[in-house]
């Protein structure tokens, strides 16, 4: 009983450490990136019920196949780890391929034998009692509430995670407005970029983006009408056609360059600004290869 309580406790231990990252990445996500800004509350409410929901899954069923391994004579701890690491989907399925089949004891050498036999493979000895299988066929599903709860948490995550999909595909809860005030989130992908900001200098590098792909720092003007902008940009790669658009952006005051191929560095009045948050975007249109260095001064 001891141990058993010890493996659940590292078991438990495991799926803590498990999701703990996760928690800890979403909410340093949330503080360095101004919280959800652009964003409608149901969006980030249904992807954190996704998680919430996965790890319930998870857990129950990395129990009951903890609690089944046990009956059947097998490593419960294992298992439980790797049902609950690998996701159910995957790791119940091998599971159930490969699981230990339920054994009785011999009642003449204690010898283990499958439920179906009616004599020891070790001793020969008669062990067929009817009444006694029938009894344990009825306990193979056990911990019933542990199925019951897993199921019903993989519905709502099902569940929570269509509508997150439906949220993100028709637009309408998640803002994709490059002029916008609010964040903008992009549904594209972008492939070996760096970017770091730091003294007020912000550097960003890529190799390629999904066309529309935006890119957004923000920065801070401390006085308007003596601050400048440079944007010292590069494009390696122009496709015919293909653009890279430098965007500010603070309430309604809007302006865009074409930076796609620029001779010297841009330097910019910021007269038209305020003091204050201001939203320094690169939009990606087909440009391959950017460098780019962009400060306030």
Request: with cysteine; aromatic share 12%; hydrophobic share 45%.
């Amino acid at each position: 009983m001891i141990g058993r309580n010890k493996n659940k406790i590292i078991l438990l231990f495991v799926a803590v450490a498990f999701a703990l990252p996760i928690v800890l990445r979403l909410g340093l996500y949330f503080f360095r990136r101004n919280g959800f800004s652009g964003l409608s509350i149901l969006t980030p409410i249904l992807l954190l019920c996704v998680c919430i929901f996965g790890f319930c899954m998870s857990l129950c069923f990395a129990l009951w196949v903890y609690e089944d391994c046990k009956r059947r004579g097998d490593d419960g701890l294992l298992w439980a780890v790797v049902v609950f690491i690998a996701t159910p989907f995957i790791a119940l399925v091998i599971y159930f391929l490969r699981r230990l089949e339920v054994k009785k004891v011999c009642k003449e050498c204690g010898h283990k034998i499958a439920m179906k036999a009616k004599y020891c493979e070790e001793c020969g000895t008669y062990n067929w009692d009817e009444e006694e299988n029938e009894s344990m066929k009825r306990k193979e599903t056990h911990h019933i509430p542990l199925l019951v709860v897993g199921n019903i948490s993989m519905v709502l995550m099902i569940v929570c995670l269509i509508g997150f999909i439906v949220s993100a595909a028709t637009e309408v809860n998640i803002n994709t407005n490059v002029a916008s005030n609010e964040r903008v989130w992009n549904f594209g992908v972008i492939q070996m970029s760096y970017t770091s900001y730091h003294n007020g200098i912000w550097d960003f590098n890529a190799k390629r983006a999904t066309h529309g792909y935006v890119k957004e720092q923000n920065m801070t003007i401390k006085d308007s009408e003596q601050q400048m902008l440079y944007a010292d940009i590069s494009c390696g790669k122009v496709p015919e056609g293909a653009t890279l658009m430098l965007w500010l952006v603070q309430g309604d005051v809007v302006e865009s360059f074409d930076v796609t191929n620029l001779s010297k560095p841009l330097e910019y009045s910021l007269s038209k600004f305020e003091d204050g948050k201001i939203h320094v975007r690169l939009q990606i249109n087909g440009v391959e290869s950017i460098t780019s260095k962009i400060f306030i001064q």
